[in-house]
């Protein structure tokens, strides 16, 4: 019985898993987790790389036994290290979160037309994405000395196989990419006043083989390049039976929208703060990134640091007791994105536009929850809008699948049927794109139905709370443009 071996890496924690595919499911075993702890110094946030591999090996060994065929990794998107001729890393990889790229959507904006720019990339403009990144880091010794640039998967990848590629649905995240042909933008990286050199790698599409690993492993393993964006994964492993469909990658960002054949890169798609991104089998990730659990492991942070940590089931129990839709926020608001004591900012938010205060715990939580079901509708309202068709349900994979109050919360908003799990969708979508790279799957719809064959799911429909849900809703779009306007006022003060 054929195996593979998956690194997940998420940007709280990672994990390697073990797949054991029968030609109709897939038995997934954990065989080791650990936590990904970014490093805090005086110049900024950092990843602790290092670290990362070495737990990455530790579990690549775990999962080598009998039957292991390959190896792949996925990641999040955007970060990335730079390295020198001999492809040594020149120094650790910034996190996103870091504040150096402040202002850098407004230096982007100077250098290249918004409408043109989206055009080519159809990307979110976001001050995370790789363009931002560079534009922040012109002028350092790191950027100068740079011969090759690498996102995360890749990076583990070219360590693991000793070949560096630059896979399509990780580089697609990057606002870089050309979505139309599927290829770097040079015409875009000229413009930014980027070294050409840094995108040199051979550009290769989701499971494709890199080579064999170079490791100490106790079995032989390929490297596979996988869909390397750990969304992509996470909607390759979307249980979905009908085309008419939306999901939600729910983990530390929401990832909302829904699967397309095409790009859509018109202005409006970009007024709407959409992303085109590429996904497996040649499909289209049309999505937003909207905050998610992010929220919540930053309360957990503070109510630690305060001498408590309370679980997440335990938060969610007290959440269900509290009054719903009592306070609503933005989840996106740029005060909510960094890191920092997120009760108090969150408070402040409430203050800031005339909603109840959270007074309890249980109140914060229902805050962020009833927040981010309010959002997911509002982004799939503007989706299904732009491709001209409405959906039939919503998939939620990823940790938000294991949350039974904000799944039900988002049926009950939305009005739409919720299909939650699986659980460890990006794992799973790792494992079993390396299995069609390996000829055990021909493409996307087995892929789906080897995860409704495996992996037990959870349904949810509109309930009782649908009408409060609704009128809580009619307030939430007229609160975004309050909002926007009160923080437009006090930037003019």
Same mark, same amino acid.
């Given at each position: ?163 560096? @590629? ?19 933008? $040079? ?25 064999? $690993? ?23 492993? @979307? ?16 990832? @909302? ?11 409006? $798609? ?63 608001? #740029? ?24 007074? %309890? ?17 509002? @982004?799939?309202?503007?989706? %299904? ?36 799990? #699986? ?53 939430? #779009? ?16």
């Amino acid at each position: 019985m054929p195996a593979y071996v998956a690194v997940d890496l998420g940007a709280g924690s990672g994990r390697v898993l073990r797949g054991d595919f029968d030609g109709e499911r897939i038995a997934v075993e954990e065989v080791h987790r650990f936590p990904n702890t970014p490093l805090r110094r005086p110049d900024g946030l950092f990843w602790d790389i290092d670290s990362l591999y070495s737990d990455a090996l530790v579990g690549i060994a775990k999962g080598a036994g009998h039957g292991a065929r390959s190896v792949g990794v996925d990641a999040w998107g955007n970060d990335f290290g730079l390295l020198d001729g001999a492809g040594a890393l020149l120094a650790r990889p910034w996190h996103h979160r870091t504040p150096r790229t402040d202002g850098m959507v407004e230096r982007l904006l100077s250098l290249v037309d918004a409408d043109e720019l989206y055009a080519v990339t159809g990307t979110q403009f976001l001050p995370i994405t790789m363009a931002c990144q560079l534009l922040a880091m012109q002028g350092s010794p790191e950027l100068a000395q740079a011969q090759r640039l690498a996102t995360i998967p890749d990076l583990f990848a070219s360590w693991l196989s000793g070949r560096p @590629v630059a896979e399509q649905t990780i580089a697609s995240t990057g606002q870089l990419w050309d979505i139309h042909r599927r290829c770097w933008a $040079a015409p875009v990286i000229a413009r930014l006043g980027l070294a050409e050199r840094l995108f040199a790698t051979d550009v290769v599409a989701p499971g494709t083989t890199v080579g064999p $690993a170079r490791v100490d492993l106790p079995t032989e393993l390929d490297v596979v390049a996988v869909a390397g964006h750990d969304t992509a994964c996470a909607v390759a492993a @979307v249980p979905a039976e009908q085309d008419a469909f939306a999901y939600i990658s729910c983990g530390t960002w929401s990832l @909302v929208g829904l699967e397309m054949q095409r790009p859509i890169t018109t202005r409006a $798609a970009r007024l709407a703060r959409f992303s085109n991104e590429v996904g497996v089998d040649g499909t289209v990730r049309f999505l937003s990134n909207v905050n998610g659990l992010w929220l919540l492991q930053e309360c957990r942070r503070a109510w630690a640091t305060a001498g408590e940590s309370p679980s997440y089931a335990a938060l969610i129990e007290h959440a269900g007791r509290a009054q719903p839709y009592r306070s609503l926020i933005d989840p996106d608001h #740029p005060s909510l994105l960094g890191p920092g004591d997120m009760p108090a900012r969150i408070a402040a938010r409430c203050r800031a536009i005339g909603e109840p205060v959270p007074e %309890t715990r249980g109140d914060v939580v229902r805050c962020v929850l009833d927040s981010l079901a309010c959002k997911y509708r509002w @982004v799939l309202d503007r989706a %299904t809008a732009l491709v001209g068709h409405p959906v039939e349900v919503i998939h939620v994979v990823g940790g938000g699948a294991a949350d039974p109050l904000l799944c039900q919360q988002t049926s009950d908003v939305t009005g739409l049927p919720v299909v939650a799990g #699986p659980v460890e969708a990006t794992g799973v979508g790792n494992l079993l794109v390396q299995a069609m790279a390996d000829g055990q799957i021909d493409g996307l719809p087995d892929i789906r139905a080897v995860v409704r064959a495996s992996f037990p799911l959870r349904s949810y429909g509109p309930g009782e709370r649908r009408r409060v849900a609704e009128d809580a809703y009619g307030r939430f #779009p007229q609160l975004l443009a309050d909002a926007r306007t009160s923080d437009e006022a006090a930037v003019t003060k």
